[in-house]
């Protein structure tokens, strides 16, 4: 089964608009990874977040995670066009590589 | 550096015939994953080798599917007797020797697989 749910599927918003995308997940985790994939390309990693690790930062990117709830979520802020992309989670809960989720489908329109 | 490099780019093959997809990792990693993508969903993890090695394979279905990497040359993904549900995206991953979630994977851009 999945490892990592994100919502919503899909979100759609203005330039220079904030999107946050969550992701829930099942089992423990050491850490937690969002990627981002570009149609019609691989995935590209994003932000890696350790389990002791609450928030970080990269850049317009900020990823929350919440062991307790087993939940994270990332927000981009400012959004562009650019932006326009699939967004994944993944883990690594006692599995010996990372499961993703279905992901989070972005559309930012200028 | 190159990244992790896959070829072909497209393959389609028709129902009954072989698939052989490959993937190069990024230079000084060890570590092969592949996937597979079906539209609109997310990757579903097939295995996991270092050379030589296969050392997760749960992922992958028990017939007709089979993979390697070699000490020398790329990762081969192998279908045999491809049917129509065999047609997806097949991505590879590549990481160096740490452990699971310790570093991000290095994606290729993927091979897609039609079966007509």
Not at chain 1, 50 to 62: F, Q
Not at chain 2, 32 to 60: A, C, H, T
Not at chain 2, 72 to 98: H, M, T, W
Request: proline share 5%; aromatic share 8%.
């Amino acid at each position: 089964s999945q490892q990592g749910e994100e919502d919503p599927q899909a979100l759609s918003i203005q330039e220079g608009e904030n999107a946050t995308m969550n992701c829930s997940y099942k089992t423990s985790i050491n850490n937690l990874q969002w990627y981002r994939q570009n149609s019609g390309r691989g995935l590209v990693h994003l932000i890696l977040i350790r389990s002791n690790e609450r928030e970080k930062h990269s850049g317009r990117l900020r990823v929350t995670l919440d062991t307790s709830k087993k939940s994270s979520s990332l927000l981009i802020t400012a959004s562009r066009a650019a932006d326009t992309a699939s967004y994944f989670c993944a883990t690594d809960g006692g599995y010996s590589t990372l499961t993703f989720g279905k992901g989070t489908m972005l559309l930012v329109s200028p | 550096n190159a990244g992790v490099m896959q070829n072909p780019r497209h393959l389609v093959r028709r129902r009954g015939q072989e698939a052989r997809l490959r993937c190069s990792p990024m230079k000084g990693h060890s570590h092969v994953y592949w996937y597979r993508q079906l539209p609109e969903e997310g990757l579903k993890f097939m295995v996991y080798l270092q050379k030589e090695n296969i050392i997760d394979e749960s992922g992958m279905p028990k017939e007709r599917f089979s993979a390697e990497f070699p000490k020398e040359g790329p990762s081969i993904l192998r279908i045999q007797q491809v049917v129509r549900g065999d047609s997806a995206a097949y991505f590879c991953a590549s990481s160096p020797p740490v452990g699971t979630g310790n570093s991000p994977l290095h994606f290729g851009n993927g091979t897609r697989l039609t079966v007509t």
